[in-house]
């Protein structure tokens, strides 16, 4: 189990960096029609990839601490939920064109222009927490005992790709 806990944890992880570049394509193509690409990758891919992640560090044993961190991605993407709602729906000096997660936003003021982009740093946080779940879990593929396997694993640069 701790060599599937090393490949989810890498797949959590390329989601992620997917979730990037999804958004670099949506935010610099007119119309934004490639925004459906970010919205089913961080509403769905992430999420799924990360729920599997934390079944897969449990089964393997890893530890509560990294248990927690590999849950942790799917946590935020439910604050990015929030943060979008919050900013697109609830703030003032938001025009959309439609409604709900299909509207597309005309102009952008006030508080909200604030506010969406906690999402970017939100994202950043969750691209950070993945690299340390991963290289958890490839410390904890590691160890040789698994008695002794680290609660926090400590990947030395040599080690790190």
Known sequence: MRKAFVVTSALVLLAVIAQF???AVSAFT???EHNALHATNGLIVIPAI???NTIAASLARAGGRTIGLAALPFLLVILQVVIIVASLLLLPGVETIGEGFGAEVVQQGGPAVYAVGLHAVNGLIIL???VVT???ARAHNAATDHN???ERAVVSAS???
């Open 30 to 32: 007119l119309p934004h």
């Open 21 to 23: 570049y999804f958004a």
């Open 134 to 136: 991963l290289r958890r």
């Open 148 to 150: 002794a396997a680290p």
């Open 50 to 52: 990360a729920l599997i």
């Open 159 to 161: 080690e790190w790709p």
């Open 128 to 130: 950070w927490v993945t």
